[in-house]
């Protein structure tokens, strides 16, 4: 875009997509993130995209900021009480990425337990040459156990799911939920008690101080040595150098992973040499309507806090209950 003094300011890291470029056109003048070090001038607004870092120290750089608009849920890249402390309005697009974040969360439940993505790199192989009935056996999901750890939106369509797949589902949240008990079939446990009795867990936790390193070398051996992992939620709650040594030594059977830490994964992590690890690149909400909808809203948080409006979609001081 061209500078344009008429317009608001707004800082983003990128590159956006053509969907938010084209949402943003003619309303804001658009700065690279390189513009938040506070030497190309005042900013008004700042997009974060991807999870670029919003701190204490930039915001005290860029008095003029008046809101800071998330392309996304999970807002652990933003310093939200520095933000509020400051006037400054922070928002996310919740509600709209759950179903495509839970279907990943299957995806990747299914895919592990069966050994897809092992079995099609087979199937593709010189080594393939006929059928036996005995190769690549993988674990039945249907009948299994499930444990979610985190019952927000996203865990809730998780057990949701689980129930065409007639699976026990057991949950451990910050508090109880009474309400979607019954209707769903769900019991809550202990985390540890999830642990051990569960055949997948799924976590579906935001990143916060209590859950960074929530599954850790500890947590890891109190799974069954049968057990999945699936994490659709942030890199950081699992311990990475832990979970490939429970993946090299057996201590829990294998993973799914959408997210790790860091990410990506440097090229020759040894992680991604693993046979019993299904990694997508963070593909939760990459479906074209989802995209949209957080396009859709994302745009519209930031051009309301840039106008002094309220925000259709703001970020509480406190932490959200999924991923």
């Known amino acids: 875009m061209e500078p344009n003094r008429n317009r608001p300011r707004v800082a983003a890291d990128g590159p956006l997509d053509s969907t938010v470029m084209s949402l943003l056109a003619d309303r804001v003048e658009l700065l690279p993130w390189d513009a938040t070090d506070g030497t190309t001038g005042p900013l008004d607004g700042l997009y974060t995209y991807g999870h670029p870092t919003v701190d204490a120290a930039m915001l005290d750089r860029l008095p003029g900021v008046r809101v800071v608009s998330n392309y996304g849920v999970g807002v652990d890249h933003i310093d ?108 809550y446990v202990g985390f540890e008690e999830l642990l051990g009795m569960s055949d997948f867990v799924v976590l579906c936790v935001p990143l916060t101080d209590q859950t960074r390193g929530l599954i850790n070398a500890s947590s890891l051996k109190q799974m069954k040595p049968s057990a999945v992992l699936v994490n659709i939620a942030r890199g950081p709650v ?33 992680l991604l040499s693993l046979e019993n690890v299904v990694i997508s690149p963070h593909l939760g909400s990459a479906t074209d309507r989802t995209r949209l909808r957080m396009a859709e809203g994302s745009v519209a948080n930031l051009i309301a806090g840039l106008a002094g409006h309220p925000l259709p979609s703001p970020v509480s001081t406190l932490p959200p209950e999924r991923s």
């Open 80 to 187: 939200v009480p520095a933000a509020t402390a400051r006037g400054i309005l922070v928002g996310n697009t919740p509600g709209v990425l759950d179903g495509a974040t839970a279907d990943m969360g299957f995806a990747l439940l299914l895919a592990t337990a069966r050994r897809l993505v092992e079995g099609d790199r087979y199937a593709r192989s010189a080594a393939f040459t006929r059928y036996d009935p005995g190769y690549m056996l993988g674990r039945e999901v249907h009948g299994s156990t499930l444990g979610i750890v985190g019952m927000g939106r996203i865990g809730e369509k998780i057990a949701r799911r689980a129930l065409g797949f007639d699976m026990t589902v057991l949950y451990h949240n910050r508090r109880p939920r009474p309400e979607i008990e019954s209707a769903l079939d769900l019991r």
């Open 238 to 270: 699992v311990v990475t150098g832990d979970l490939l040594d429970a993946l090299r030594t057996g201590t829990i059977a294998a993973a799914g992973l959408d997210v790790t830490d860091p990410e990506p994964l440097p090229r020759d992590h040894p």
